[in-house]
């Protein structure tokens, strides 16, 4: 039996979360986060993010409890990290 964690086609919202936490993580240093330099391998960490997001959707219930408002609040933290991997990626081409 393989973890439900290394299965895509089952829900798992620590696997969505590992995903997203995970490319913020390899995105900060890819940009040399106090002075972004400009580094078009953070193209990668963005999908693996966007992946991540997706994932969570997916473990979002259809009828509300307080597992759907914990999905949704993890749905809002992975926007968030995916605006600031864009941020990363975007920013340094702008000037």
């Known amino acids: 039996m393989t973890p439900a ?5 089952v ?6 979360s590992f995903l ?3 490319s913020l993580v390899l995105a900060v240093p890819l940009s040399h ?8 391998f953070i193209v990668f960490p963005a999908i693996i993010a966007l ?4 994932d ?3 473990c ?8 759907h408002a914990g999905v949704i609040l993890c749905i809002y933290m992975d926007l968030m990290t995916v605006v ?6 975007l920013y340094p081409y702008t000037f």
Request: no cysteine; aromatic share 14%; net charge positive.
């Open 60 to 67: 979002i219930q259809r009828r509300w409890n307080l597992y």
């Open 56 to 58: 969570t959707i997916r």
């Open 51 to 54: 992946i991540g997001t997706a």
């Open 84 to 89: 600031l991997i864009l941020f990363f990626l």
């Open 11 to 16: 829900h798992s919202l620590p696997r969505a």
């Open 5 to 9: 964690i290394f299965n895509p086609r």
């Open 20 to 22: 997203v936490l995970g």
């Open 33 to 40: 986060f106090p002075q972004i330099r400009r580094d078009p």
